[in-house]
């Protein structure tokens, strides 16, 4: 009887940390509130002008739906295709992220669409790589990029080709599914990432109280361990939304994909002329929320609609781009692997040429954004973390104790310490 009890209690203590609340909801008329444009010159060296969303028209709201465009009616000049990027006012450590994205950018040449998360002084503090691909890439490219000394599931994930799995649903496939929803959680053992098309998506996955302990196996999973400490390389996490065109992925791989290197000599060319190919190349976010769970979670301030404001500022610096409020590190570009697949994807990502980087040297390289363009690298700017910073317990439910710090939570009657052991 006391075996069984116990037994029960473990249970019940592994659901209720597994279950989250919800920390920051970015959907309909609070995204504006919770995200700023970023308008600087494109970190990635693609042939793109972000702007302002709202002034320019690429932003608009729907009802609850938000959509992100990019000029599809006419021919490109200066800084390249106008376009929008968008990243979080809030900063998180430890989360549960979910969006429900009704359409995405399509598989298009010269297209570069990410929905991402990026620490301040990349690649330092780390990125997270959700969606992500380029061209006629039909298989989503999860990716992890760090500081050197970080290997996940026996790659290096160090700089800008990081570690990346090649599974999920991604542009078209999305699309004609009528969607999907795609789920990072980030804990201290690592990070799990689910990908659902067609209404798919288990029915907590956008609610109140998602769980994702009962979602089965993630589509991709970056774990923790000695080899790669999440703790020590992911910290402050902003969400990032972008489409570029070109640049130092789709660009630079343009003269070796054989499905977009007959439509002009270079990316830039194709891009500047044809503005109706990318009337597709656009966002519509049904959704997109935060999750916390457990005791220990700290976060600065946020000004989405739904927002727990019960707790802390951590005072975070980085850096970011004093106009815009929005950090200048860019996503990074990940190398062509697919790490769980076990079938040849039908449309891989173009790996990205030898030669070139983003953020050291002094220079980018190749013939990315357009005929070799060469551009200096930013330089360094300070920045106060404007957003929420989460640290949230982790719970080991598969041991026989608890390992972690916090208040322990009470479920009908008293639950040992955290660190003490259960009684089985």
Known sequence: MLLLTSLLLASLLRLSFAAYSL???????????????????????????????????FFSQNGGTVKLSVDSTSKASGRGRKSVRLTSKASYNHALVVIDVGHMPANICGVWPAFWTTGPDWPSNGEIDIIEGV??????????????????????CQ??????????????????????????????????IWGWSGGGAPSDATGDSPDPSGWGKPTGSFPSSSSCDVDKFFKNQQIVFDTTFCGVWAGDSWPSDAACSGLA????????????????????????????????STSSSSTTGNTNTGNTNNGN??????????????????????????????????????????????????????????????PRRKLRIRGRHMKQLVIETTSDHLDGQGQSMIIGEAVPALGEELPI
């Open 135 to 156: 061209d006629k890439q039909s298989t989503n490219k999860m990716t992890l990029h760090t500081d050197p000394g970080c290997t996940m599931n026996g790659k290096d």
């Open 23 to 57: 920390q920051d909801d970015y959907s309909g008329s609070n995204f504006l509130n919770g995200f700023t444009f970023f308008t600087d010159t494109d970190p990635t060296a693609g042939y793109v002008d972000y702007v302002d969303g709202t002034s320019s028209g």
């Open 159 to 192: 700089g800008n080709l990081g570690c990346s799995i090649d599974s999920g649903p991604y542009g078209a496939n999305i699309n004609s599914a009528g969607g999907a929803v795609y789920a990072l959680e980030w804990t201290s053992d690592g990070m799990n």
């Open 317 to 378: 610096t980085g850096n970011t781009d004093n106009n815009n409020n929005t950090p200048v590190q860019s996503q990074a570009v990940p190398e062509n692997v697919a790490t769980t697949v076990a079938a040849p994807v039908a449309n891989p990502a173009p790996t990205r040429p030898a030669g070139g980087n983003r953020h050291g040297g002094g220079t980018w390289g190749g013939g990315g954004g357009g005929g070799g363009r060469v551009r200096p690298t930013k």
């Open 265 to 296: 000599s270079t990316c830039q060319e194709y891009v500047q002329n044809n503005p109706a190919a990318f009337k597709d190349a656009y966002w519509t976010i049904n959704s997109l929320k935060v999750y916390t769970n457990g005791a220990g």
